[in-house]
Each structure stands twice: as structure tokens, then as C-alpha cells.
């Protein structure tokens, strides 16, 4: 018979994270302002694409247009429409997608890597002459419409937006959902007009990792994008000071479940404290061994999957915690919540939670980075923030040297109670009278997300 102890012998001990090699990244920037960066990776022969445009701007017909933009710019251009752009790109045996945020806009794509030229003709012809057909236009503005609407009737969203518009006030980080008034009204002049004034070289970072000569690489961008022109975008405005206050109840009656954030500051990826915040993050609610996981899912069976987060913006990062709970747990999950953030501020982690999050920080952000895909994005990222590639290296160092009075210290300065914002979506009538004994509360009634 095989005892626990044996089994538990059986188990291989975890081995030290070795360095990943440092990529080498070829580097060019077009006279137009272009900036390439390519990384000769042969093991597929793809080439993953990633091209950033910053795309910064201010109001909500900035946003909705932004929107409409991105979900419209493959729909047709001077010599092509939707239909033979689609088959032209699948024709390589690749991809071109876009999204944007408050920050960029990105074009995501790949080919076969000896289908590099074609694609990147496509791409310029897209970004040079995209002509947003009235009709397509018309009829994918419908369709984003009802996509915003149906996304603010979901709790999480509503969650989501309350908690930035309370972190974020006036901010074009205020908000991710553009209101469906506001995008109905959009005209497809005004995109045409956005994509002339903001889909600009200047600023805009082309990434592409795979199987590619760099310096063959660089010249094809180069021949295919060297004549893109355009005006470009607006410089971020500061991110205001967090004010904190009453939790904040957004209502909606009859709910079953309670939709708890809370969210505070967080400091940038290139501060010092950066990788003491990450560790702290981890071991609060970042992965499934978390002290938040291990209470209010595991210990009493408040919610399935709560988490927190740790999101990087240009102009300021945040922390952020999410659970969602039975409304008649809303008042102890809370609290539950409350107590292991205060833990984490006025308490040194143990040794064993230390390690375990920083051989699960290494070893993610290694695995995030291990495909072509991951290792494009990444890069692509790292630059936009202006951070180069040799924080792959850097930052993982640094993990391995944080120590348990580092973790406190950046925890007692972030993620204390008092220094967060609380939002909660859920039915006021049941859940107040419980979290107002936690503290101040103010209540939403309509239930919107914005008020």
C-alpha cells in the first residue's frame, strides 16, 4: 500500500526557471515615421503581423467613431470589396483583424511567410485607400450597434463600466462600450475623415516575428509601406487623480447575483516596484492558488472564479478584483474580500506563497512568449509603452530577487481597502442594508452604468 507520503515523494521537484534566450530584434525606421521591428523565428513557416497606430482622442463620438472604424476598415477598398480582400488574405493562408482601445489601433494578421509581400500589399492598399462603402458601412453600423447594446444589459459589463467611470472620470479610459445613441449617429464621412487624420506612419510600430530573412524583411515593409502617409493622433491626457468614496451599488432589481469590483492604482511596468506589485498581485487573486481563490471559492463556495488583475495603459496602469456572488452572500464575500486585501497590506507573505507565484510569473510570461504569435504581441506591446525587448530578460530577473518586505510594502501602498474604489451590481433592495456595515454606500437607481 502507498502511503500519502510516498505519493508525495513520488512528485519531481519544480526545477529553477532557465533564461529563455534574449530574441534578436532587427530594427528600421521608414522615413514616413514607420518603426519596423522583426524577429527571424524558423520553426513554422508563418510570419505573425502586429501593426500599432496610436489612435488617442477625446469624447464619446471620438470613441464611437474609433469603433466603427476599426469594425469597417477591411469592408472595401479603390480596387477590392469585402469579399475579395477576405479571399485574397485567405489566399496566403492568412488572417488580417483589427481592434482598437483607448490607446491604439492594431491590425492583427498572419501568413505563410513566403506570402509575406502579398500580405503586406494588401495591408497598405487597406490602410492607403480604404474607401468604407455606404452600404457596408451602414449595415455593419447597425450590427456594432446592437453588439453595444446587448453588451450593456450584461452585468459584468455594467460592472466593468461603472468601476471605470469612477476610476477614470472624463478619461477616454473611462469607458470600453461605446453608447449605442452615440454610435448610431455616426455617419460614414466621419470615419472616412477619422482614417485621413489618425491612420498615420508616424508613431505607428510594425512587428513581425517568424520565418523571415530580417534584412529581406525590412526592405519588403519598406516597398510596400514606405509611401503611406497620413496626420496623426492626439497625446494621451494625464489620468486624473483616484478619488475614493461610498461603495457604489448599481441596481438592478431582482438580480440573483451580486457583480463585486474594486479597483485602485497600480504602478507602471517600467517602476522599480513593478515586479514586487506583479508577485503581490499573484499571490491575492492572480492565478488559481491565490489567498482570494482559496477563501471565497474553495473555502466557503461564494463564487467560482474570482480574480484580480494588474492592466497596463499608457498613461496609467490599475489593479483591479472581480467576483461574482449569490446575492444573499454579497455582504460576507465582501467583507471576506476586504479582510485578505487588508492581509495582504499589513502582512509579509510566506516563503512558500512567494516562490510559488514567482515560479508561476516566470514560467507565464516565458509560456506567453514561447509562439510566434505570443512572442509578436508581446513585442508589439512592450514597444508601444516604449519598453524594448530586453525587459523579457530583465523582468524575470527582477522576480527572482523580490522579497517578502518588498511584496508588503508595494501591497501596504496599493492594495489596502481604504485606497480602492467598490462598485456592485445587484438588487439594492436585498444587498444594501449587508454593505453598509463595510462602510459608506451610495446606490445607483436607475441601474446604468454611466450614472
Known amino acids: 500500500m502507498t502511503t500519502t507520503t510516498q505519493r508525495a515523494s513520488l512528485i519531481p521537484a519544480v526545477r529553477p526557471t532557465v533564461p529563455a534566450q534574449l530574441p534578436t530584434v532587427v530594427e528600421r525606421t ?34 464611437a467613431r474609433t469603433e466603427l472604424l476599426a469594425e469597417t476598415l477591411f469592408t472595401g477598398t479603390a480596387k477590392r470589396d469585402r469579399v475579395q480582400i477576405a479571399t485574397a488574405v ?15 489601433l492594431a491590425v492583427v494578421g498572419s501568413a505563410l511567410a513566403t506570402n509575406l509581400d502579398p500580405l503586406l500589399g494588401i495591408l497598405a492598399e487597406v490602410l492607403t485607400e480604404a474607401s468604407y462603402p455606404d452600404d457596408e458601412f451602414g449595415g455593419e453600423r447597425d450590427r456594432v450597434v446592437e453588439d453595444a447594446t446587448m453588451a450593456l444589459s450584461q452585468p459584468g459589463v455594467i460592472a466593468r463600466e461603472a468601476l471605470l467611470g469612477r476610476m477614470f472620470p472624463g478619461h477616454p479610459y473611462g469607458s470600453v462600450v461605446a453608447e449605442p445613441a452615440v454610435l448610431a449617429g455616426v455617419s460614414v464621412d466621419a470615419v472616412r475623415d477619422l482614417h485621413a487624420a489618425r491612420i498615420s506612419p508616424r508613431g505607428a510600430i510594425l512587428t513581425l516575428v517568424g520565418d523571415v530573412e530580417p534584412a529581406a524583411a525590412l526592405d519588403a515593409v519598406e516597398a510596400a509601406l514606405g509611401g503611406w ?56 487573486g492572480g492565478y488559481f492558488s491565490s489567498r482570494l481563490v482559496d477563501n471565497i471559492r474553495e473555502d466557503k463556495g461564494y463564487t467560482y472564479s474570482p480574480r484580480s488583475s494588474v492592466d497596463n495603459y499608457l498613461a496609467g496602469s490599475r489593479f483591479t478584483v472581480a467576483a461574482d456572488v449569490a446575492t444573499d452572500v454579497t455582504g460576507p464575500a465582501l467583507l471576506e474580500i476586504l479582510y485578505e486585501l487588508g492581509r495582504m497590506a499589513v502582512l509579509a507573505p510566506s516563503s512558500e506563497e512567494l516562490e510559488a507565484a514567482r515560479q508561476y510569473s516566470v514560467g507565464t510570461m516565458a509560456l506567453g512568449s514561447a509562439t510566434a504569435a505570443g512572442l509578436a504581441s508581446t513585442l508589439s506591446g512592450l514597444a508601444g509603452a516604449g519598453i524594448g525587448v530586453e525587459y523579457l530578460r530583465d523582468h524575470p530577473a527582477a522576480l527572482t530577487k523580490v522579497t517578502a518586505q518588498e511584496v508588503l510594502a508595494v501591497a501596504a501602498r496599493l492594495l489596502a481597502p481604504t485606497r480602492l474604489i467598490a462598485v456592485l451590481v445587484g438588487d439594492a433592495e436585498k444587498i444594501t442594508s449587508a454593505v453598509a456595515a463595510l462602510g459608506p454606500v451610495t446606490a445607483v437607481v436607475d441601474g446604468s452604468a454611466g450614472s
Request: proline letters at 10%.
Open 229 to 284: 502617409s497620413g496626420g496623426e493622433s492626439e497625446a494621451m491626457p494625464p489620468v486624473p487623480a483616484l478619488t475614493t468614496g461610498p461603495i457604489l451599488i448599481v441596481n438592478r432589481p431582482g438580480a440573483v447575483q451580486t457583480n463585486i469590483r474594486l479597483g485602485g492604482g497600480a504602478l507602471d511596468r517600467r517602476d522599480p516596484g513593478y515586479p514586487a506589485q506583479r508577485l503581490a498581485n499573484t499571490i491575492f
Open 30 to 63: 521608414l522615413p514616413n515615421g514607420l518603426r519596423v521591428l522583426v524577429v527571424a523565428r524558423s520553426s513554422v513557416p508563418l510570419v505573425e503581423l502586429r501593426l500599432r497606430i496610436p489612435f488617442t482622442g477625446l469624447g464619446a463620438d471620438y470613441a
Open 90 to 104: 485567405q489566399a496566403l493562408g492568412g488572417s488580417l483583424s483589427t481592434g482598437v482601445d483607448a490607446d491604439r
